[in-house]
């Protein structure tokens, strides 16, 4: 079992940085692909980004790219997403994700357990 706990959301105007964490529990953490995806109101959940087990492979969404890093810290079971250039259109709630495979994957149905999530706004 795996429990995730994303935090570092905020209010943050347009050009502005946030950095996400996601801590998680369980021992099998560190053999988990991760990922971040986010939802606005009235809109479907989007994959954002995905870093596979060992950390050296990472994917993102066309909107994101450039702009956001995901990265892990397998000592802290901890993953993160560095957020810049931030504009209003990010606006979501974003979620933290695992999956049982070990390589990144883009498809929700691939992830295994989910964060709370965690509120982003962006002011323009």
């Known amino acids: 079992q795996v429990q995730l706990v994303e935090s570092g959301g905020g209010l943050v105007q347009a050009g502005g940085s946030l950095r996400l964490s996601c801590a998680a529990s369980?021992?099998?953490?560190?053999?988990?692909?991760m990922g971040w995806f986010r939802q606005a109101p009235g809109k479907e959940r989007e994959f954002v980004a995905t870093?596979?087990?060992?950390?050296?492979?990472?994917y993102y969404a066309d909107s994101v790219k450039g702009r956001f890093t995901i990265s892990r810290d397998r000592a802290k079971n901890t993953v993160y997403l560095q957020m810049n250039s931030l504009k209003p259109e990010d606006t979501a709630v974003y979620y933290c994700a695992a999956s049982r495979t070990s390589y990144g994957t883009i498809d929700g149905h691939n992830y295994n357990y989910w964060g709370q999530g965690t509120q982003v706004t962006v002011s323009s």
């Open positions: 870093i596979n087990w060992s950390g050296d492979n990472t």
């Open positions: 369980g021992r099998t953490f560190n053999t988990y692909a």
